[in-house]
């Protein structure tokens, strides 16, 4: 949450509400499902002082895609924004994966189909938001950040507005794999503080960059490999603003055989620690690799070497 003005003392939804995985088909039109390599789990909490949740999570590990969403504006306006957000991304995803090949890379910006296909979502469900806040003045004002992260090829795609985070533990490196689009980074790539300092910080909900509330708005994307065995965390700022990185780390490698007690005890740590916005988690580990299935002429090509 992000500025948000106080709302009506509505009754607090439950205090944890865990995400089901959309069920999917085994196949995807021809590509590779990754259902039996991941294990996943998506937690959301109200927290112990907002009286609504305006995060939101959702996701379909058989595509490998995990999207996360926090909602900003009046009222009920930044559970809108959100929910526009992931149905509109989710929904666009899966349906570029059943009508598009998603071999070779783009031209113009040297990613991959997938990545591509992330990014004109995302920039969709900008402008979905944008034009709801424009005629609907109920939502005046709403915006939300978003991450998401999609799996495909061995690689991770990462796609990120505002200071919703996404975060590695690959063996016993932990690390932030977004950069906050936020004042307070702003100051901390100033020289005013150092890493440590900013997360000490209290007030550090001003973001830079949110969907909705242009017209446009740049979507930062980056593909990384993927190793068996990494973590993979997407959380929103009611996570990281009560609790240091160190102790998220110390938690997955405490309990990370068992992904639901991992989110659980995050959210227990962000509510222990005062719980002052909605606490939004997902988790993602790689168990098995899934190299993308390769078309005939590919396949052709690597008979000659």
């Excluded at 890493?195 to 001003?206: D, I, L, S």
Aim: net charge negative; aromatic share 4%.
């Amino acid at each position: 949450m992000h500025g948000t003005p106080r709302r009506p003392n509505w009754p607090r939804p439950s205090t944890i509400a865990v995400a089901a995985s959309t069920r999917r088909c085994a196949d995807v039109s021809g590509h590779i499902s990754l259902k039996g390599k991941l294990r996943t789990v998506g937690v959301t909490d109200t927290g112990r002082v907002r009286e609504h949740n305006e995060d939101a999570i959702v996701s379909d590990p058989e595509i490998g895609l995990f999207v996360l969403a926090d909602g900003m504006g009046g009222y009920n306006a930044g559970e809108v924004a959100s929910g526009i957000a992931v149905k509109t991304i989710m929904n666009l995803v899966r349906e570029a994966y059943e009508t598009q090949d998603l071999s070779g890379t783009d031209k113009m910006s040297g990613l991959s189909r997938p990545a591509v296909i992330l990014r004109d979502a995302i920039a969709r469900a900008n402008k979905i938001i944008h034009q709801t806040s424009k005629t609907q003045e109920q939502c005046e004002g709403m915006g939300t950040t978003v991450v998401a992260g999609l799996l495909h090829d061995n690689r991770v795609i990462i796609a990120h507005v505002g200071d919703s985070r996404m975060y590695r533990l690959r063996g016993e490196r932990f690390e932030q794999v977004t950069m906050d689009h936020s004042l307070l980074q702003e100051l901390v790539d100033r020289g005013f503080y150092t890493p440590e300092e900013a997360q000490r910080v209290t007030n550090k909900n001003y973001v830079t960059r949110a969907l909705g509330v242009e017209p446009t708005v740049d979507v930062e994307i980056n593909e990384q490999p993927v190793q068996k065995g990494d973590y993979f965390v997407l959380c929103s700022d009611g996570l990281t603003d009560m609790v240091e990185d160190e102790d998220i780390h110390l938690t997955i490698s405490t309990f990370g055989v068992n992904l639901n007690t991992v989110a659980k005890q995050l959210v227990q740590l962000a509510n222990d620690s005062g719980g002052r916005d909605n606490i939004s988690v997902m988790l993602i580990q790689v168990t098995e690799p899934f190299p993308a299935k390769k078309g005939i002429l590919d396949r052709i090509l690597g008979w000659f070497g």
